[in-house]
């Protein structure tokens, strides 16, 4: 398994709705969720906070959060991408304030 080499942040605004991803290297699963609520205190008026995380040598512990959008819609399709290439040790956030233009299944999973 492969793990990131640095704490990345990205924002992307697609149909009006903001999108600030940070993606933090972490060795255990307090340190993700230590991390994800910091990150939730830094944008409390957000419309969502999507989360995913992989721990552990063989990526043993895994969760996803789509926090309010459409089921497997949001951190489940995060996590597929950190998994098929074999990433571990890992927390990522992405933040979304609304702007308003519904995006549809498709298109959230395409944004997230």
């Not at 992307?12 to 993606?23: A, D, G, H, R, V």
């Not at 933090?24 to 609520?37: C, G, W």
């Not at 789509?66 to 990433?87: M, Q, Y």
């Amino acid at each position: 398994m492969n793990t990131i080499s640095k704490d990345v942040i990205f924002t992307q605004e697609i149909n009006k709705s903001t999108f600030i991803s940070y993606l933090k290297k972490v060795d255990n699963v307090d340190s993700a969720k230590k991390y994800i609520q910091e990150i939730k205190n830094l944008h409390p008026n957000a419309t969502h906070h999507v989360t995913s995380y992989i721990i552990g040598k063989t990526g043993e512990n895994g969760h996803c959060s789509d926090d309010g959008e459409p089921s497997g819609t949001a951190g489940a399709p995060i996590l597929d991408v950190f998994k098929k290439n074999d990433i571990t040790n890992f927390v990522i956030i992405v933040v979304r304030y609304f702007g308003g233009i519904k995006l549809g299944a498709g298109g959230l999973i395409r944004a997230y």
